[in-house]
Structure formats: structure tokens, C-alpha cells
């Protein structure tokens, strides 16, 4: 079975600083891989995905993410953070029995901005 | 843009009540998910359906089932309302068929609280 780790619970950054959030994905074939973000009482938005090919991916919001399937890892990156982009980060993987996409969240991460 | 209602923001509901959640959606896709979201256990799947008058378990269906008697429409239903299915509920949707586009939309979520 598929799972996705989110080491990092918390992550507190200031405002213009960059920002790595590190996940990491368990699956015995390809994985289709997803970042979302979450704002307070919102559903949760799509920031990137990867499916195949180039291994740096770009998203909305400025947001990049790295596929390195040596290490099992789709970290989520963005070189300046912003106060509005505090919010609680899922990584997912899309697992495919019977032909049709399962997601799998990770626990989450919440980024903390300080001015 | 996709769009996925879910038909309640919040909802109380005593212990013992049966309680249906609704989630529409106007993107013709195939699959609909429930999700259950605590804090720091991320997003858990409850069922999820890929077809019409389908469905499967996914990692939490004790105490919940569904209904799918459209393709658009996705019920989740708790029969005996109990304390600790006190959470918020999020509804997704994705395609089975367009396979660069198979990433889960979700609704704003119903936060339930039973007392």
C-alpha cells in the first residue's frame, strides 16, 4: 500500500525567506505525486503535480517542487515566502488500483510566516 | 474551474441521529471521494466511489456508508451519529478517464460536531 511521510509538523520561516517542505512517498510503481495547500477553513487547493518526464516541476504561487525517486522525495520549495502563504501543506500520492487514482495524504504541515 | 459543493459549512448533530453529508459536482468526473480530517492525522479516506452505484472502503469506513445514485451527486451518511466522529468532512472529485488531469478537486468541507 501506498503512504506519504511529512516529517515536519511545523515550519516557522520569515517573511522573504525560502522555504523547503520535505516529503517523502512510499509506492512499488511510478507515482503520480501532488502538493496541496490548504488556507484556514478552506478546502484544499492544487499547487503542482507531477506525472512523468521533467523532474522539476512548477506550480502556482511561485511554488517548485523536486521529484528524486533515488530518495523517494517530492519536496515542495518557493526561494521567497510571503505572510499570505502561511497555511497547512499536503503531500499526496495517487495510487492506481483498477484504473482509477487514489490519493493519499501525508499529515500535513503547517507554515508559520513571521513578518 | 471545477466545482465541488459540499451542502453544509457546519452542522451539529446530537448523538444517535442519522446524519447525511451531501457533495455535488459539475465536472462529470467519475470518481468522488470522502475524506475525514483531524488535526495532525492529515486527510483519511472514508469511501470512495469511481461509478455510479459504486463503491469501495477506503481506510475508515466503520460507522459510515454512501450513496451514489448519480454520477454527479455523493452522499456520505453516518448512521448513528457518535462523539468521536466529531471532524470535518471534505469531498473530492477527479477523473478516471483524462489521465493528465487525474488530481482530486475538493469542496470547502462540512465541519460536524455531535453532542
Known amino acids: 500500500a501506498q503512504s506519504v511521510t511529512q516529517p515536519d509538523i511545523h515550519i516557522t520561516v520569515s517573511e522573504g525567506a525560502s522555504l523547503e517542505l520535505r516529503c517523502n512517498y512510499s509506492?512499488?510503481?511510478?507515482?503520480?505525486l501532488f502538493w496541496y495547500v490548504q488556507s484556514p477553513g478552506q478546502g484544499l487547493q492544487l499547487l503542482l503535480k507531477?506525472?512523468?518526464?521533467?523532474?522539476l516541476v512548477q506550480g502556482i504561487k511561485g511554488f517548485e517542487a523536486e521529484f528524486k525517486r533515488s530518495q523517494s522525495s517530492f519536496n515542495l520549495r518557493k526561494p521567497s515566502v510571503h505572510w499570505s502563504d502561511a497555511a497547512e501543506y499536503f503531500c499526496?500520492?495517487?495510487?492506481?488500483?483498477?484504473?482509477?487514482?487514489?490519493?493519499?495524504f501525508g499529515r500535513g504541515t503547517s507554515l508559520i510566516v513571521h513578518p | 474551474d471545477v466545482k465541488v459543493t459540499q451542502s453544509s459549512r457546519y452542522l451539529v448533530k446530537r448523538t444517535g441521529e442519522k446524519v447525511f453529508l451531501e457533495c455535488v459536482q459539475d465536472m462529470d468526473h467519475e470518481n468522488m471521494f470522502w475524506y475525514r480530517q483531524d488535526p495532525g492525522l492529515g486527510l483519511r479516506l472514508i469511501y470512495f466511489?469511481?461509478?455510479?452505484?459504486?463503491?469501495e472502503k477506503g481506510d475508515i469506513p466503520e460507522g459510515y456508508s454512501v450513496s451514489r445514485e448519480k454520477k454527479e451527486r455523493f452522499s456520505l451518511i453516518l448512521e448513528s451519529a457518535s462523539t468521536n466522529q466529531t471532524s470535518m468532512y471534505l469531498c473530492?472529485?477527479?477523473?478516471?478517464?483524462?489521465?493528465?488531469?487525474?488530481?482530486?478537486?475538493f469542496g470547502q468541507g462540512t465541519r460536524l460536531t455531535v453532542v
Open positions: 466511489s469511481y461509478d455510479v452505484k459504486m463503491k
Open positions: 473530492a472529485s477527479s477523473s478516471r478517464t483524462r489521465l493528465l488531469n487525474t488530481e482530486a478537486f
Open positions: 507531477y506525472f512523468s518526464g521533467d523532474t
Open positions: 499526496a500520492v495517487g495510487a492506481r488500483p483498477g484504473g482509477s487514482y487514489i490519493p493519499t
Open positions: 509506492y512499488g510503481a511510478t507515482p503520480y
